[in-house]
């Protein structure tokens, strides 16, 4: 692409009360979060002349800035020419798509003010910001996930700072930029959302991070445990590494079609794509030729040898192979000329842990197949994948028989199961299930999150509570321990 792209091409604009400049030797990051406050305070301004209306039209200006086919299109460029990951179709797929169910869901609620009214409790419940919001992103989605915290930042009143990884900088600027022209476009202050300005350094992200007053990491677990760190509220997510069951009754083509679909998407970058299938043994032959006919390539025991070999160098994951291409594996692993032409590649597996790689997280069209002897092996198998590695995270499963899906659900510590979708279009949110659109996933105490949702607009708020009395409601001790005191006595 043009290098122009990779530059500020749109004005960067400032606008809002100026509150006295830092100190000359002051820390980068904490001029960034003095005009991210002033910003607040003019932002308020607005709110308190327009109420939700004026939220909404700077949320749909967020959007805006990405959804914009021109722009989804140049964006989607910079993130693949700066980071080398995923490819460009799926990114604007992906800038659109989530932006849009973003703005549907944001639209649809009440964010400022009087958010909720429980007259039978006493109950008022006004939502308030949270404060400057330093949100940590990773090179995945160097454009969509800036855009996507932004527009729940925003939705609740307040200002935001991206933080991106050194490598993935020059693809969340021009993204940064364009909100911040879009955010002027409307008359509203530009410093509403920043980037933290280069040389971007693990100290410069933590000073962010310790100066804000909410912290939303999406990235590396590192970068995880340092926001967990940094003494403020912090919202992280675990680490994804979903595992899908093929049961006995599941309509094979239509499972192998969405399994192909959401595991190619973006070169398998995604958090949500499918790293392992566990296949029920009586249908595991058909499974496997239905995969095949969707693009599947199953390597050989030879080629299966060199995919452990070559997936993994010094026990990081390949770059040659992250979020490439499939011709990318096929050259790198030597794969047969049987492989040219497919979509992924399959792999066959036994063990789960440290010792057998391929039951975990690959970011890559790599995809891992187990043969279960039947249901309860196949939710053994998922079980035991998870907690080696995606604790919490999310599973799923395609089968007609809703009480094995509610099973899977009851008895596995995941927070999404999701029963006969494209994993990775599903678990962040979809136009056909009830999650939130979202680009950032908690997983729970399970893997050590503070969360257990999607990432939402609720997450940007704080809630006062307006209390007033109400008609007592006072039982009586009979009523709350007679039941105890009949079967165990007083």
Known sequence: MARSALTRSEPAAAAGPERAAPAADAHPADAVLA????????????????????IDEAVTALAWSIYRPDRALSLAEAAVAVTGIGNVPSKVVKNQRKTFGTLRDLLR?????????????????????????????????????????A????????????????????ASLPAVDAMRSELVRIGLPADLVQILPQPITREATARLMEASDLVVCTGSQKNVKQAYASGKPALGVGLGNAPVIIDSSADLADAAHKIMQSKTFDNATSCSSENALVVVADVYDRAIRALEAAGGYMATPEERGRILERLWVGGQLNRAVIGQGPEALVDTF???????????????????????????????????????????????????ILAYQGRGHSCGIHTRDMAHARALAEEIDVVRVLVNQAHTFGNGGGYDNGLPFTLTMGCGTWQGNAFSDNLNWRHFVNVTHLVTTIPEDRPSEEDLFGAYWAKYGR
């Open 109 to 149: 609620v009440r964010s400022t003010g009087v958010i909720e009214e429980l007259p039978e409790r006493g109950l008022v419940k006004w939502a308030k910001p949270v404060g400057v919001v330093a949100a940590v992103t990773p090179s995945t989605n160097p454009s969509a996930t800036p855009v996507n915290k």
């Open 334 to 384: 030597a794969l047969g000329p049987e492989a040219r032409g497919c979509k992924f590649v399959m792999a066959t597996e036994t063990g789960i842990g440290k010792a057998f790689p391929l039951s975990g997280e690959k970011l890559s069209l790599v995809l891992t197949v187990y043969r279960a002897r039947d249901f309860d092996d196949a939710k053994s198998i998922v079980r035991e």
């Open 151 to 170: 527009m729940m930042a925003v939705k609740g009143g307040n200002a935001i700072v991206i933080a991106p990884p050194p490598s993935a900088w020059a």
């Open 35 to 54: 005009r991210a406050r002033a910003a607040m305070d003019a932002y308020a301004a607005e709110i308190r002349a327009g109420g939700q209306a004026r």
